[in-house]
Each structure stands twice: as C-alpha cells, then as structure tokens.
C-alpha cells in the first residue's frame, strides 16, 4: 500500500476516535452541571469601621448555574491614579446554592493610599 494512503488513513481515524470522544462521554458536555454567579446591584463606599479606614460593599448576587457554588469569596479591587492597584482584600460569604440570589453586606479595609475605582470578583469552589 502507498505511504501517503497509510498516513491518509491514520489521519482519519484518529481525528474520528477524537471526535468520538470529545463529543461522546470524554471532553466537553453540553449543559452540564456548573456554577454561573452574576453580581449585580454593586454599590461601594469609604468610611470608618472601627476607627480604622474601611470599605463598605453592597451587592446583589444571583448563581443561575445548576449547582451550589461552595465557599464563596468576593475579592475587592482597589485601583488609584492611571488605574494602577494599590490593594486587594477578601471576604468569606459562604456557599450560595443553585437559583438562589443573595444579598450581600461586606466590609474590608482600605488601601493607605487615595482609591480612584474598585472592581469586584467572585471566586468559589464546587
């Protein structure tokens, strides 16, 4: 048999046993079990907790996933002149199940230096 033809075949059939795989139990799984958090509603200010500086969130956040989303964090950005980070903290919310929304009350502490912007992202377990 020519070489050409044998690579030819090769080529094929692996990309079949991929194809085979990938869509039949191996790879990727269309609407499978996941977690989708949307926060929504954020609303941050300065003030003083304590004596200390300290910033205050409130957020609304809906998991429309399938599945509880375990230990639940919310990272606060700070970010000053030219959009440079000048600090990041964490609170534990804890777990949020699936089709549930919650609302959210954090207080973490400031950054020394002037805030311009802060962002907020949620990180979670499954």
Known sequence: MNKKVVIAIVIVVAVAAFFAWFFFGGGFVPNGPHVNLNITNGNGYSNTLNGSPNYHYQCTITNSGTITARNVRLVVHFF??????VGTETASIGDIPAGTTKNISIDVPCPTQPIYSTDITPLYDV
């Open 80 to 85: 000053g002149m030219n959009h440079m980070g």
